[in-house]
């Protein structure tokens, strides 16, 4: 038997930081500010595809103990963040559109198998545990002033997909038992809003 641990972190950020000024001398600057546009984006995308086990075409064929007993353990821990905001008194203006964008994805795809062969009794097993933790944060602090001539956004999405797969197979010359489970703890958090990033924003809204 065999324990695999695999740990994973992914971040992106995108800001305007604290005090700063965008776009506050336009008239001397641009030619046409009918072009001008702010984007504020961060994007993280994390692809974790992990292919792991313990079973073997030469031990079905080679093996003469009477008892086997294996088993494998995959334990995946994947965390992904992305966070676009404009900080506290930062003058941004736009004669177009302003921008804050977050988007986080995970792609997990996990497989493990165990196998074994005994002449009497063989017991293996097959076993998964991803933990997922993905979080996209998009923000304007409540002490920013922004201000756009056409469009103003605020978007926050985050996607996971995960899949686990865990076959197990044990022959026995008398007796058999494959064992096989997944489990998927998956935990995301997904916030797009105008005010202060450090109160918890109620279901109401402020």
Known sequence: GAINWLF????????????????????????????QNVDVLATADLESYNFSGNASVLNYLTNRSETGVGGFIDVIINQSNAKAYIDDLAVVSAAGDIHVKADSN????????????????????????????????????????????????????????????????????????GIAASFNHLMDTTRAFVGDSRERVCAGGY
């Not at 604290?18 to 336009?26: A, D």
């Open 106 to 177: 995970i792609d997990l795809v996990t497989v493990v198998m165990a196998g074994g062969y005994a002449e009497k009794t063989g017991v293996d097993g097959a076993f998964i545990y991803n933990r997922i933790n993905n979080k996209s944060q998009a923000y304007i602090e409540d002490r920013a002033s922004v201000e756009a001539g056409d469009n103003l956004t605020v978007d926050g999405r985050s996607d996971i997909r995960s899949v686990a797969v865990t076959p197990a197979l044990a022959i026995g010359g008398q007796y058999g038992v």
């Open 8 to 35: 994973t972190f992914n971040g992106a950020t995108a800001g305007i930081a604290k005090g700063s000024l965008v776009n506050q001398r336009s008239d001397d600057l641009w030619a046409d500010t009918s072009l």
